[in-house]
């Protein structure tokens, strides 16, 4: 098989490169075309990125050489690329959206990972574990929007809540409605971009503050959780969600502090972990090849999950949990672990392209 | 004034280390004797711990020298020595409780940092600022148990609630009554001593787990909240703690993220900022020497408190709140921090002394 | 080609997890013997290892059944084993010692990383892309101990000399030999195993200070650059080098700070680049699974190599150097850096183990 | 006896935040003037600072309401002002040399922490222990610029080169002359100011590179050990120095490793211990307020100093030195450790300015 040309906009950022990192063979996707800021128009990719470069392994040897795209100079898109990567951070959010509206009018599925668009209500925003069906609000989107060439845009929401709502969902959809939850999450720096926090704010210390974060944390699942309307996606509203993000002195990987309510019946401990170990969604379903193939994985020992040793489970792509146990306040807490670059971030955006290539979004 | 002279059980270990460093040139008291298992017994004090000595500066020269007396030898007392601090570390929990009570029963007053009678309901477990009058029990635990010398124990709670307990009594007695509370905390290496955790666990990594942790921050609360009854301190039965407790790679200071349901009335945030800008408890009426002045403060910036910017406020015994703010699920949640070797160990330890010498308990 | 069966003696320590988990899939060899000490003996290595694993991918399948055996009882060898994997961590140095030539006179093959055996003159240290003819000391090994069925020792040197072993030895081996080298090496907690380093001593710290560390980064090179003789190793004696090692709060991954004098010609920087850049050894020749291909990887970049970044090159194998520039004093300095537990360890062992099998000393 | 009034230029950096939190209560200075770029001017000092507050304690009570001044509007310096300290950070390194001037002309003395001054001949550049005499080069630098009212410019040298200056120059100084010194730095994260270093290049990293560091620590020295000519200071020319520095993930302290080769006698070990046990400045004589009263603490335990445990030593002015040992290569080698931000940044300064007023430099 023929992989399937893509694109990445905002391709020198952190998560831009975390998308050419994790795209390195990837079995249907190929990055052909590189875009970022007018400063990096222009050069190499490698000579772009490499003061910067951030992963733990080489530029790939595809895209050292690809000449750098101004991402707004759309008129110099190679002729075969059939879709974008969005990892895109402008200064202003609102650039920022209109922009990915004018890859989707020029007939580009993007598949972003920004913020921009994620409260917008016709654009779907994708755990393809929870709401793979959302991707039928594309249709409305395109005729809301009067787009006509196959584009779109889709999203994958924030990376704080990965590591919980998975989880919480698998309990859902086994027929165990949740009131309540009241979350603590601890953040690694890899989160905030690059250059992000300064080391002074973090070795030795705890900042218990991650600007826009709680809201994020807070909203999201709503719009995860809703259900396609006529115009857009119309939000869950039967679960309080109270949040507090912290940032803490680790390299990769979120954390979750999880106490549950429900709002009928409590499932039993047993009932749970069981519940945990038989989840699948779509992707499974569907062998897609970011799939996580236990998209939950439970940790027994009583100290688990960790950072360093369960972000990179099934390769970053699985929500770890573990310390199931009552809460005296609630029903039960959990703790909730998920790699936030990639679970979180591209990763999770790549998942999100093999979800809308599966159902033919991207062709 | 001739200071009291004081000795210290377990003088070796971290905390025993705490109690040599924090007591040098303490306004009342003088440490004359150093305590510790029979390996160091016989050495001078500095030889005994210089190896493993955590301080960051040096042993102080009125100690350095003093003959470390095997902590079973009671026959060797100095007998200038008024009161105990206790920082022992037994293997065996019944063995140090029983150890604490055969130096009450020779007529020493022990202020004890140890977890091994905290429960026993005729020992007070003090912070000051709440519970002063819980010295009240001494009497009674005094006839309980036949003690007529003027010995017992008192003992400080668990480091894990200090960054919570104060900031939260103050609603509570000015007249907020509180429902629940939820509660994760995030706690530095320094709470587990010396060797503790291995740093293979925590660099680039979280432990979301403390041996023994959460249930003491879900009932100790019960008895410092508690009442003085006929026969020891009857437990508060009127709120339900629910906590996790997770172990972050940072050197000192323990912070804690709170969410509040309150019973009845919901004070305004005006109400709280200023209710804890208000407080003041017994140590500052008596103005006691390691008492803070502002027992409970307020940090207005939204990324605050921090450990490392808020640890050593009023010299580590201060609790440092921030980011007081509404709780879509309960009322309203907070940020609390406090110096967890001070404030939450040796600094909490010579607080409970310095107001059992003030109610004359200590002579 | 069917898998060659091979046990791991201290399977259950942080070196034997290493290998565990570098040996899985391994092409040609197949883990079916795992022996610790009798406190583990008997366990299923799962439950054996479970609260001490210290690798961020799960206990491999085909191991995870397997019954420990007490590494002292030799009778339950299986029977298919052909060689083992020595990864003890024997209290006694020299009992750990004799229990290597215990195996080896049972007719097995030993390839350790231990370092009770290293300055033994008829045991080889390898480093194979540097001396990987020492192996032909294994005959006069045999003949010196009356080991008649083929067993042997052979054991890799120490994880702080391999960050600058080969770059220095690839310009010896290019005709620029070396007089002095003065070196600091910075090394991760993972180098001092399981506990290891409190976390008191390094969160937030640097210890300038590691146990018979120095000794061992200024003699082992003398043996590995030495000359097969009639009864075993002659010591080189022409390079002086003087060590300081630390400890840093980092988690894998040793750098070391090396400033080079010459005996006789200096090489220009680009004749250095250029040597490192052609340098092959032996593994390479024979295309050995665990090679890496490129042995010195030089990075451009100002501010490289770095740990995070630079250890996993080439699955951890390669090392990586950088910042090669003038010295006032000796001639040229650089930095180096290699991955700790991998190529300085129990990825160092393997790649010995597939010298051994390539050259027929494993069968 | 009344304060001598002064003003810190660059007051809201990292640096100038160190001179508000040590010349709080300082015996002899009061800061009643603080200059910054003109964003921070015309606002109150506390609310310009309190976002970017580093310090571990308050902003000093009599310098929050103070008004800030840009430091370019010298007609709006108080009339009290009898000095300042500069430690501004500008964009271009010639801009920040001639305001310091500017200020000089004016009649001011100027203190500076800042590198913009460092190379220039007649500016003496201080380590009061070392080359307290240097200040006689000012009436030179007085003549050479037409500088008539008593101003003139002094600066400390860089931070990385306090750890081993002092131990090296006692040795010098007590008839050991010295030939060579290769040095490897560790240095913290605060070194670099504020924001500084990203998180996401040291949190579980080691970065070997710090712009500019290297020729630094090389070359202030050759200034330091020199004489005071006809037209400035004459640089020393006995001393090679091949220095690496590299930072590495913690707070505060900045650690080297020292490998020395003397230029005739060697002293032994127990003489080089007496050296620096005895060694007193002029700092000492005179008895000034931040003088420490034991310049070089040795720690004779083998795995100190360490910065956790050392940079505090007597209020962070000390330097502490450990682990002297013979060097198989030079002579001697051993570790030395100051506080950066303090001895190594403003801590410096104020000896410095106190030095001055004790000699009548500034009245």
């Known amino acids: 098989m023929e992989k399937i040309k893509c694109g990445v906009l905002g391709a ?83 650039e920022e959206a209109a922009m990915e509206f004018e890859y989707a009018k020029l007939g580009y599925p993007v598949v972003s990972n920004s913020s921009a668009n994620r409260s917008v209500d016709d654009v779907p925003m994708l755990i393809p574990e929870i709401n793979a069906d959302h991707i039928n609000i594309i249709p409305i989107q395109q005729k809301n929007r009067g787009i006509t060439k196959g584009g779109f845009v889709a999203v994958k929401p924030n990376c704080s809540i990965q590591s919980f709502m998975t989880p919480v969902f698998a309990l859902m959809k086994a027929g165990f409605p949740i009131e309540k939850l009241i979350i603590t999450t601890l953040q690694a720096v890899s989160g905030a971009g690059y250059p992000g926090v300064p080391s002074l704010d973090i070795v030795d210390n705890l900042v218990p503050f991650i600007g826009g974060e709680e809201a994020k944390t807070e909203k999201e699942p709503m719009k995860i959780f809703g259900k396609i309307g006529e115009k857009g996606i119309i939000l869950f509203d039967q679960i309080k969600i109270g949040a507090t993000c912290t940032r803490v002195p680790i390299s990769d990987g979120h954390m979750a502090s999880v106490s549950i309510k429900f ?70 807490k959990f703790i909730g672990l998920s790699h936030n670059t990639v679970r979180g971030a591209a990763g999770g955006g790549i998942l999100n392209a093999e979800l809308l290539k599966a159902k033919g979004f991207i062709k």
Chains 1, 2, 3, 4 share one sequence.
């Open 263 to 332: 709002k009928e019946k409590i499932p039993t401990e047993e009932q749970i972990l069981k519940i945990w170990a038989d989840f699948r969604g779509v992707p499974q379903e569907l062998d897609l090849p970011f799939a996580p193939k236990q998209p939950i994985i439970y940790q027994k020992q009583e100290n688990r999950p960790q950072p360093k040793k369960d972000r990179d489970n099934d390769k970053g792509m699985a929500v770890t949990v573990g310390r199931l146990r009552k809460d005296p306040v609630f029903d039960v």
């Open 12 to 94: 020198t950022g952190v998560v831009g490169q975390n998308y050419i990192r994790l795209l390195e063979n990837h079995p249907w996707f190929q990055v052909v075309d590189v875009a970022a800021s007018p400063q990096s128009a222009g050069k190499k990719y490698f000579d772009a990125v490499s003061d910067k470069w951030q992963m733990n392994r080489s530029v790939p040897e595809g895209v050292r050489d690809l000449i750098v795209r101004d991402v707004a100079d759309t008129k110099a898109i190679p002729t075969d690329v059939k879709f974008y990567f969005s990892a895109m951070e402008m200064p202003k959010r609102d």
